[in-house]
């Protein structure tokens, strides 16, 4: 397989590299960027100070049960930061311009969630790149987020990861 693809994990687990060069790469059609996240109540919290959403089903266990759900809940919108988040940490500049998501199955706190951007379509445009990526999240290889993106990359190489 000649696809590119790269495994990159959070601080707080190990890195998984997918490459063994160092030369410089370039992103084409087909190429997949990933990132793998554990969601913490805490960070829970803090979205939920941030984006003002309260919903029950994020804190209390009950409240969430009571819906449907195993425990609680973390917010889809969270989730869904990985996507901006893989592509700005490898093409820092890059202007992400939208997002179309669908919301498959709840993520709770602590499981580990993969997030994965494949680039399916790249236009040069006034000296950048207009990028339209397919998006996903997985849990245990289930897909629970997924959708597209597009941004504006301003150079096609690819960065080791800006874990900024």
Do not use: W
Not at 70 to 93: N, Q, T, W, Y
Not at 130 to 148: H, M, P, Q, R, Y
């Amino acid at each position: 397989m000649t696809m590119l693809t790269r495994s990159l994990v959070s601080a707080s687990l190990p890195f998984l590299r997918g490459f063994s060069s160092a030369a410089t790469s370039f992103l084409k059609t087909g190429d997949i960027l990933k990132r793998a996240r554990i969601f913490t109540s805490e960070e829970v919290l803090d979205y939920s100070k941030v984006s003002h959403d309260s919903n029950p089903l994020h804190f209390n266990s009950e409240s969430a049960q009571n819906a449907g759900f195993e425990d609680r809940v973390v917010h889809g919108m969270l989730v869904a930061a990985l996507f901006p988040k893989i592509i700005s940490s490898h093409f820092p500049g890059a202007i992400y311009v939208s997002q179309s998501l669908h919301f498959r199955s709840p993520v709770y706190m602590g499981e580990e969630i993969v997030g994965e951007v494949q680039a399916i379509n790249i236009r040069e445009q006034k000296n950048r790149y207009l990028a339209k990526f397919k998006t996903a999240c997985f849990k245990n290889g289930s897909v629970v987020i997924d959708g597209e993106a597009m941004a504006i990359l301003p150079t096609l190489a690819v960065e080791e990861e800006n874990t900024l």
